[in-house]
């Protein structure tokens, strides 16, 4: 029985090969072709190091547009790859719901587990094939390609004209710091779904600025919420003082929260991620003091 346990291990440690080899077994070869282009093959012959791998079909999601710039950019190339490594070894029992890893990017991915639908993310990413075993590290496949954030989710909101009514909101209301807390998820209306609450409404919000707080507050969730880990008729409690709830409808159309279409989701930030949609959402309980004016 001992000797066929070591010839088990021994086997084992045969099959395993490189991380590289590991890829290449795993028949992915959109990113070993990356990973040759842009020079790090032979960094990850060392290690160990945890790899979350694309798919073939990951990489085909991304625009040809940014295929094409990434190939003509060697360096940024090696960026965006390094952001899907991490030293050490990092297996599915290590995954924890909201915990950060620093990659060899220098930046950090974040975790996130759904005991609902048993989901495990990386920034949003859904991992599909964990504990890929190789010599040097553990490889787990992922469905999207990860691309770094460019800052904090203030700095995003900050970063896009579509925004500059949620912005100035938040700035009046001094809502900008609780912004900068870590593991949010913001549903951030666009300047449009402003304009559709009227000018009425607006009008009393700017004289009311603890009830636009509360309602700013409304749009943010204490953690992370990727579109992976949604679903149908899913109740999450809000930032505001009342811990407010709003409702999400998930269908084979799309993702609603409360009567608002989610217009482009799962923006990760370093600090969580945004959800854009297209109405502004108010409570029944703030929508009378909303309409009428009443302090």
């Known amino acids: 029985m001992i000797k066929l346990l070591i010839a088990m291990v021994l086997l084992h440690s045969a099959l395993c090969g490189s991380l590289v080899d590991v890829l290449n077994s795993d028949g992915e070869t959109t990113l070993i072709s990356l990973i040759q282009q842009a020079g790090l093959a032979d960094a990850l012959a060392g290690g160990p190091f945890t790899v979350f791998a694309p798919t073939n079909a990951a990489f085909s999601k991304?625009?040809?547009?940014?295929?094409?710039?990434?190939?003509?950019?060697?360096?940024?190339?090696?960026?965006?790859?390094?952001?899907h490594v991490v030293q050490g070894n990092i297996r599915k029992a290590d995954a924890k719901n909201e915990l950060t890893l620093t990659t060899l990017a220098g930046t950090?991915?974040?975790?996130?587990i759904y005991s609902h639908n048993n989901v495990v993310t990386v920034e949003g990413s859904k991992i599909t094939n964990f504990d890929l075993s190789a010599d040097n590290g553990m490889v787990h496949v992922i469905d999207t390609v990860m691309m770094p954030p460019s800052g904090s989710i203030v700095d995003?909101?900050?970063?896009?004209?579509?925004?500059?009514?949620?912005?100035?909101?938040?700035?009046?209301?001094?809502?900008?710091?609780a912004l900068q807390g870590d593991a949010l998820t913001v549903f951030a209306p666009t300047n449009?779904?402003?304009?559709?609450?009227?000018?009425?409404?607006?009008?009393?919000?700017?004289?009311?600025k603890a009830l636009l707080k509360e309602i700013l507050e409304y749009h943010v969730v204490p953690h992370t919420e990727y579109s992976a880990g949604l679903y149908n008729r899913e109740y999450l409690s809000t930032l505001d003082k009342h811990h407010d709830v709003i409702r999400l409808f998930v269908s084979s159309r799309g993702v609603m929260v409360n009567n608002a279409h989610v217009t482009s989701a799962d923006l990760s930030a370093t600090n969580g991620?945004?959800?854009?949609?297209?109405?502004?959402l108010i409570s029944d309980r703030h929508l009378f003091s909303a309409v009428k004016g009443k302090k």
């Open 62 to 83: 991304l625009p040809q547009s940014t295929l094409d710039a990434l190939s003509k950019d060697t360096n940024a190339l090696a960026n965006i790859l390094k952001y």
């Open 192 to 208: 449009d779904a402003f304009n559709r609450l009227g000018s009425r409404i607006l009008n009393n919000l700017s004289h009311n």
């Open 156 to 177: 995003m909101v900050a970063a896009n004209s579509d925004f500059s009514t949620l912005l100035k909101l938040v700035q009046d209301t001094n809502l900008a710091g």
């Open 108 to 112: 950090k991915i974040r975790l996130n």
């Open 273 to 280: 991620v945004v959800h854009v949609i297209d109405h502004v």
